[in-house]
């Protein structure tokens, strides 16, 4: 038992975390969040993970470093907008550029992030002929590293968690800090030195989790390939299927007539890779390329 009132707990396995930040930098009114922080970190290592591949199998560098721009750009719209899609009462009758603009206020969906990066993609192997495979497998495993870095930025916000659980990995958080309660979460509450606590699922630290798993996974499998666009795909049926039900485990779901909105997309993902899997794996799809690598050139002697 600690000592002290916590601000997150992990009980059954005496874990606990006092005063936990929720700005990296807060200077007057400038305030830079740890969710903003986690987030560019991501977005540095799954790029770092590209850039090493891209090199390693003779591909240009400089086209990745095109894709990272583009694909951060139209993945920020993608985030924002599939929130405010899914959450649409919360903007109505207001000003939409604005709204858009205004995240401070909270509100990014990470299926938006993914569908825009994969439009970037795209638009990127047309502008650079570069086959859209190929591109793919390079950048695919990169998104879960990104996604796992990522969702520690709902740590900070004390967000992103589910309902009452006891398992072992329960977790508490205060009340007085917990974003998006309901009112289920709020009849049951636990009290430790006269602060009041939920006790819940850690779902983004589930989803964390299984994205390191995923993308060491990946990482792993992809000299092994069996043919072209493979990884994205092994991609988007592990993580829709871990998503489908994590997702069913949130009380912050964005709704789409009374279904979480990404358990819809998830089942799509899932529908979508296992056809395509199939259709590789008994031969209608395009055999890997052999992977060039760049070997280390000898000095001449003089």
Do not use: C
């Not at 936990?20 to 305030?31: E, R």
């Not at 958080?173 to 939920?198: H, K, S």
């Not at 529908?271 to 052999?290: I, N, Q, S, W």
């Amino acid at each position: 038992m600690p000592a002290y009132a916590p601000d997150i707990w992990f009980p059954n396995i005496g874990i606990w975390f006092r005063n936990v930040p929720t700005y990296a930098i807060s200077i007057g009114s400038f305030q830079i969040y740890w969710y903003a922080v986690m987030i560019v970190l991501g977005i540095i290592a799954a790029a770092g993970i590209a850039f090493l591949y891209a090199h390693k199998t003779g591909q240009k560098v400089s086209d990745y470093l095109d894709l990272l721009i583009l694909g951060v750009i139209l993945a920020f719209i993608g985030l924002r907008l599939y929130y405010m899609i899914f959450n649409w009462d919360q903007f109505r009758g207001r000003n939409i550029i604005l709204a858009f603009i205004n995240i401070r206020e909270g509100g990014l969906a990470i299926y938006g992030g993914i569908i825009g990066a994969l439009l970037a993609g795209y638009i990127i192997s047309k502008r650079k002929k570069i086959p859209i495979t190929t591109i793919v497998d390079t950048a695919g495993p990169s998104l879960a590293l990104g996604q796992a870095i990522g969702r520690f930025g709902n740590f900070f916000n004390r967000e992103a968690f589910g309902g009452y659980t006891d398992s072992l990995f329960a977790m508490r958080i205060r009340v007085d800090q917990a974003m998006y309660t309901t009112p289920e979460l709020l009849e049951r509450v636990y009290t430790f030195q006269g602060v009041e606590y939920l006790q819940v699922h850690p779902t983004f630290l589930y989803e964390a989790v299984f994205n390191f798993a995923l993308v060491t996974a990946l990482v792993i499998y992809r000299p092994h390939k069996r043919f072209d666009g493979e990884m994205i795909f092994l991609y988007k049926l592990g993580y829709g299927l871990a998503r489908f039900f994590i997702e069913g485990l949130r009380t912050d779901q964005l709704m789409f007539f009374s279904i979480p909105a990404s358990q819809i997309v998830s089942v799509l993902f899932v529908l979508v890779a296992a056809a395509m899997l199939f259709m590789g794996y008994t031969g209608r799809l395009k055999k890997p390329e052999p992977v060039p690598v760049k070997k280390k050139g000898r000095r001449k002697k003089r």
